[in-house]
């Protein structure tokens, strides 16, 4: 019996370190990320709220953390006045408390001075459980195109 107690504990305490990584949650975290992105929302709290504290990102051939990336973020949106962003073809793969996800991008970018900047990404991202919550640990970013209409 103190056997069967034993295992139940250890259960119970086992999944309340634990969530259900599924695709969906993968996918709806990763749609939030961009979300969280939009230079419309865009604020610093939230985005590390779904960033790990060893977030990583190659983006622009550049080799970013969380803060640096932030200022990344907070000096293109002195000339961008609208963002939006398309992601499709979910690849996803399921570990245990971790997800990977490739997938394409397609963005669009409006600049304060009339520009459409129009691109196609190849994306990549692993995200991780931290602190109880699936969070973006590191996404790799590849242009395809870009073309910047008037």
Do not use: P
């Not at 119970?12 to 949650?25: M, Q």
């Not at 550049?62 to 961008?80: C, W, Y």
Request: hydrophobic content about 40%; glycine content about 4%.
């Amino acid at each position: 019996m103190k056997k069967i107690i034993a295992f139940t504990c250890f259960l119970v305490s086992s999944s309340a370190f634990s969530i259900e990584v599924s695709e969906e949650t993968a996918i709806a975290k990763l749609e939030e990320f961009f979300y969280l992105l939009d230079v419309d929302r865009y604020e610093k709290d939230d985005f590390f709220k779904v960033t790990t504290k060893d977030f990583q990102i190659f983006e622009d051939g550049l080799d970013l953390d969380r803060e640096t990336f932030h200022e990344f973020i907070e000096e293109a949106t002195g000339s961008i006045v609208e963002t939006d962003w398309t992601l499709s073809d979910f690849k996803v793969t399921l570990g245990i408390d971790s997800a990977h996800i490739s997938y394409y991008n397609n963005g669009i970018f409006k600049t304060s001075d009339g520009e459409s900047i129009h691109s196609f990404w190849m994306e990549s991202v692993f995200l991780v459980v931290e602190e109880g919550e699936l969070k973006v640990q590191f996404l790799q970013s590849d242009i395809v195109e870009r073309e910047i209409k008037q």
